[in-house]
């Protein structure tokens, strides 16, 4: 019972993951292309978070950045599938928990990590870059994170109330 448990959340994690995780990099790849930037270019960008030498890196620097898009996408998956575990409104009300998780990430990310790696980068944030920012976060990431963790965890849910009803 615990195995098969276990092999769920890998499976939920992993779903949620690569549709919040293409998603994202979706919108990343048309929001490059809205401002006239190549965007494969967000590749290179991603990976030079870690890797300064990344956009001169050809193909390894491309693919560094869909491992790292991925890998931060996959804690992101984790932590919320985990707070979802432990609070039962998250699966309740997922678009609620979305929103907020979404730009619980938002913040993070934009307030902190990447002001930790490009001090400046908060300078050079528009009205329209900040709405396209909050839509990825929330839309298209926060949101199919919690409806797909609430969909996992519908089923035990309902199984819970019919055995608390006799």
Not at 14 to 40: C, N, Q
Not at 84 to 98: L, N, S, T, Y
């Amino acid at each position: 019972m615990a195995n098969d448990a276990y092999n769920e959340s890998k499976r939920l994690i992993i779903k949620a993951t690569l549709i919040a995780g293409f998603l994202d990099l979706g919108s990343a790849f048309v929001y490059a292309m809205l401002e006239g930037r190549p965007p494969l270019g967000v590749l290179f960008a991603i990976a030079s978070g870690i890797w300064p030498g990344a956009r001169n890196a050809g193909l390894a620097g491309m693919l560094a950045g869909v491992l790292l898009h991925f890998a931060i996408m996959s804690v992101m998956v984790w932590v919320y599938v985990t707070l979802a575990r432990r609070r039962e409104w998250a699966v309740r009300h997922p678009f609620i928990a979305g929103s907020l998780y979404g730009l619980g990430l938002w913040c993070v990310m934009y307030l902190i990590v990447l002001p930790l790696r490009w001090p400046a980068i908060l300078q050079r944030v528009s009205m329209v870059s900040l709405g396209e920012q909050w839509f990825s976060h929330i839309v298209l990431v926060g949101i199919p994170i919690a409806l797909l963790a609430a969909r996992d965890r519908q089923p035990l849910l309902r199984k819970v109330a019919m055995a608390m009803d006799g």
